[in-house]
């Protein structure tokens, strides 16, 4: 393992709000990019590429995504970031356009390089200390918890709080790290020297052949390549999304994917196998948030097909989010 590098593991926000207004438009998208940029400057990164639909907004960021909907901003942000320095910020957006935050989830796995990171990402407990201190007091349904595994060094972080209890909601969410990648699949994210190309054109040749644009053949994809390495994508389906980032350096290699699923669908689970799939790593988490026990079940199956053994199932109960189930796997190159 490297001493340093870059963080690939990605810190996760989601904040969800609500009008009393029946008719207010498109919400968060009116917000101008001019105000969004300036959130990502707190967090210290920008905007590279965007692609929208009738649903919402994606944008992919210098370090990761940012997804605009109508009532919800869902942001992931790799490296040093300073990521929950944006919560004052777009609750203060959303009050301009008379939303209201009902609902926070903060996810992430355990840092490669956690001693590089920033104030207020120096530890879980500083990160939960901060959330406290800036987010309304109504949201008083509130747990943070950290959820291990028997990979000593893959953990799951999360802090939720709401208006109201958990109810039953028809979407949940996958989010799956991967280390270890293949070595000869991970040099597919490396661009050549004077390719002549840029991000937005070297990130589609990525796409086409990793087989990344197979995972979901429905989706758009807006994606890109950063020099010297390195790759980002966010798809759209209708109302949904799916992301991929990509730090390829031998020594501290990660790929992350994520998706949204509804219960009314029945192949997330092949894609998450599709997306394992092309990076081949040593190691898998998979993190689903109000997901059923049966979609949990799937999942596991589906990457096991790929010679990847669980190694460990845990779960925990939120308040704010549901039931949160982390699961771990290795491959045989890589067995605890």
């Known amino acids: 393992m490297a001493v340093s590098g870059f963080e690939g593991f990605e810190k996760r926000l989601e904040l969800e709000f609500s009008c009393h207004d029946p008719v207010f438009g498109i919400g968060l998208r009116e917000v101008d990019f001019n105000s969004l940029e300036q959130v990502l400057h707190l967090v210290q990164c920008t905007v590279v ?5 009738q649903h919402f907004d994606s944008y992919v960021l210098s370090e ?14 790799c490296g040093t970031t300073q990521l929950l320095k944006s919560v004052q910020p777009f609750i203060h957006l959303a009050r301009t356009l008379n939303l209201h935050i009902v609902a926070l989830r903060y996810t992430r796995g355990s840092f490669i390089f956690p001693q590089a990171q920033p104030h207020p990402h120096t530890s879980f407990h500083e990160e939960v200390v901060y959330l406290e201190d800036n987010i309304p007091a109504n949201l008083c349904y509130r747990k ?26 028809i979407l949940y969410t996958v989010e799956v790290c ?17 390719d002549g190309k840029n991000g937005d054109s070297a990130g589609r040749e990525m796409t086409e052949a ?28 209708g109302d949904r999304y799916s992301t991929i980032h990509v730090t390829p350096e031998d020594g501290f290699s990660y790929a992350s994917f994520e998706c949204v699923g509804s219960v009314y669908d029945g192949d997330i689970a092949d894609m998450v196998k599709k997306a394992v799939k092309v990076f081949c790593p040593g190691t898998v988490s ?5 997901a059923s ?36 796997f290795t491959s045989r190159r890589n067995r605890i």
């Not at 590429?49 to 639909?53: C, E, K, T, V, Y």
Request: with cysteine; glycine share 4%; aromatic share 10%.
């Open 178 to 194: 991967m280390t270890d990648l293949d070595q000869t699949l991970a040099r597919k994210f490396f661009r050549h020297p004077n």
């Open 64 to 77: 990761s995504s940012l997804f605009v909907y109508p009532t919800k901003i869902i942001i992931k942000t």
């Open 293 to 328: 026990n049966e979609m949990c079940m799937r999942i596991k199956n589906a990457v096991e097909q790929l010679g990847i053994k669980c190694r460990s199932w845990s779960m925990d109960e939120f308040p704010a989010a549901g039931t949160v189930v982390f699961q771990t």
């Open 286 to 290: 998979v993190a689903t948030t109000s």
């Open 49 to 53: 590429s965007a692609l929208g639909n």
């Open 144 to 169: 943070a918890s950290v959820i291990p595994s028997k990979l000593t060094s893959h953990s799951w972080h999360v802090f939720s709080a709401a208006l109201v209890e958990y109810s039953d909601d």
């Open 210 to 237: 990793t087989g990344i644009n197979r995972i979901n053949p429905n989706a758009q994809i807006c994606d890109f390549a950063f020099d010297p390495c390195g790759y980002s994508m966010n798809a759209i389906d």
